[in-house]
């Protein structure tokens, strides 16, 4: 059920002002959000400050424990080492344990560790990709200077003052902290209308930008529930404001609503096509350095 249609008869939730700014193009940016090619928004947030040290935390003390214990087994088999020996020995293996054990259990879990499992976070790339070995090497070898050699303080300063949270480690990596959350599941765009099937795939619809694109995905979801003025004029807004993106314009008389599923469904199979291409390149590419 949507909700009262206030005097005037518009659905609350997109009353004059918010027709307005879609008319006249003034949406939102997505700032760290990640669009699909259906016009879903993945909810890629940066984790807190405070969620991110206390999975820090957590991830030390767990570290320090295994540490221990292999200290305690090296000592147990001392077999008779002489001072520069043991030396070696443990410089190895706390640079093995601090290092090795955090880039290890990263790259196994793309990105995630006994922390920040349960602080429910993750590492992923800056386009909110998994992460893989070479983005932990990274992270973990900053890590070493930042987090146990400098007893954290770069972190939590560089921390504190980006945006995202990223530590040094990060910023070399091209990674960052996100909260990992499970939303609902989100309903597949119907199919291309078939009246507008030919127009769309030879319309240019490149320059959609990903706001726009959402708040199209949005009004199509919920446009069952709207109040039939609010629909009717919401509907005619987001297609008056296609218009200025999309060329060449749609047939005549065609209805707003299918105009808007035309456009949302061509950008998503374009992305799958060119997500598949850029798939089979990379293929190709393993495959020919496997030969030589």
């Given amino acids: 059920m949507s909700a009262p249609p206030t005097a005037d008869g518009r659905d609350p939730l997109f009353g ?26 993945l909810g890629l947030r940066s984790a807190s400050f405070a969620s991110r040290l206390l999975a820090a935390l957590i991830d030390a003390v767990a570290v320090l424990l295994v540490l221990l214990g292999v200290v305690l087994g090296v000592d147990a088999l001392d ?63 900053l890590g070493f200077f930042e987090l146990w050699a400098l007893l954290g303080s770069p972190a939590i300063i560089c921390s504190l ?27 597949p765009l119907p199919p291309m209308p078939p009246e507008l099937a030919g127009w769309a795939r030879n319309a240019d619809i490149g320059r959609l930008p990903d706001g726009t ?37 749609p047939p005549a008389g065609c209805d707003p609503e299918s105009f808007l599923l035309a456009v949302l469904v061509e950008r998503r199979d374009r992305e799958l096509h060119r997500l598949q291409r850029q798939q089979r390149r990379t293929d190709e590419l393993a495959r020919s350095l496997r030969r030589d």
């Fill in 161 to 187: 003052i980006n945006a995202r949270g990223k530590r040094f480690g990060d910023l070399l990596a091209g990674t960052y902290v996100i909260r990992v959350r499970t939303g609902r599941p989100t309903l």
């Fill in 213 to 249: 694109a959402v708040a199209v995905r949005q009004f199509l979801t919920r446009a069952a529930t709207l109040h039939p003025a609010s629909r009717v004029q919401l509907g005619r807004a987001l297609a008056d404001l296609l218009l200025t993106r999309v060329a060449p314009a």
């Fill in 79 to 141: 077999g008779g080492l002489d001072t520069a020996g043991l030396q070696a020995v443990w410089l190895t293996t706390t640079i093995g344990c601090l290092v090795g054990i955090p880039v290890l259990v990263e790259t196994l879990t793309r990105g995630r560790s006994l922390g920040k499992l349960a602080l429910g976070t993750r590492v992923v790339r800056d386009d909110g990709g998994p992460v893989r070995f070479r983005h932990c090497v990274v992270r973990g070898l």
């Fill in 16 to 41: 004059p002002d918010a027709v307005r700014l879609l008319a006249e193009g003034g949406l939102p940016p997505l700032h760290g959000d990640v669009v699909t090619g259906e016009a879903v928004v």
